[in-house]
């Protein structure tokens, strides 16, 4: 009876023994033991020794966040503000403008030559006066044919409303002096213009009736008047070429800024 029994009993023993090392070697899984679940009274001693001062760290990197945050806005602020602030350039002060800018006038070479013919148009009305009203003073031209200086200049048609012709060249020609002189090209009133421009047509109406009297009535020539019509025809041409060119109105001054 014993014999069985202690069969028996060694057999329990081995059965619990290969359990026991069937569950080390689930436990071991491989060879590393299994992590043992904290008990809760150690968690909670450790959870209570280290919260305070975790939950300061966390403040402490939530406010570092935060300046860090600042920080970065305050300076994408200033960049958009360097970028919305287009820098400011010297710019050079306009230069002071002159009371008057210098305004466009006749070409030299117009004053000039109506200035010559002028004076040559008065040389010729002062010789036609001279000889009008003197006897001793001979015209130089032919006296007879269709070229006859005398005829002409002692027609009833030389004297106009009582006053010779010559007379009235001889005022024409001197106001044309004036008015084509070097100051009166410069001067800045449109009246001067005006006058200049309105002369020169009432010279040019009556050298035509002139010219129309000497063809078509007196049927002659006088070579000294036509001299002082060709003069006028020319004036008339320049001076209108000017007017229709420049204009007779004195450009507007310009005001300084």
Known sequence: MAGPKQARGAAASSRATGAGARAKDKGTRGGRPDAQPASPRQGNGKAGAGGPQTRAAGAQARGGGAQGRGGRAGGQLDRAARAGRKPQRAEPEPAAAPDQAPEPGAPLWLRLVTLVLSLGGLGVSVYLTIAHYSTSVVLACPNTGTINCAKVTTSAQSVILGIPVAVLGLAFYAFMVAINSPWAWRAKSPAVGW?????????????????????????????????????TFLLFGLIVFSAASLGVKAPARRRPR
């Open 195 to 231: 006058a200049r421009l309105g002369s020169v047509v009432a010279g040019i109406v009556f050298v035509l009736y002139l010219i129309y009297t000497e063809l078509f009535t007196l049927d002659a020539i006088c070579l000294w008047c036509t001299s002082v019509h060709v003069i």
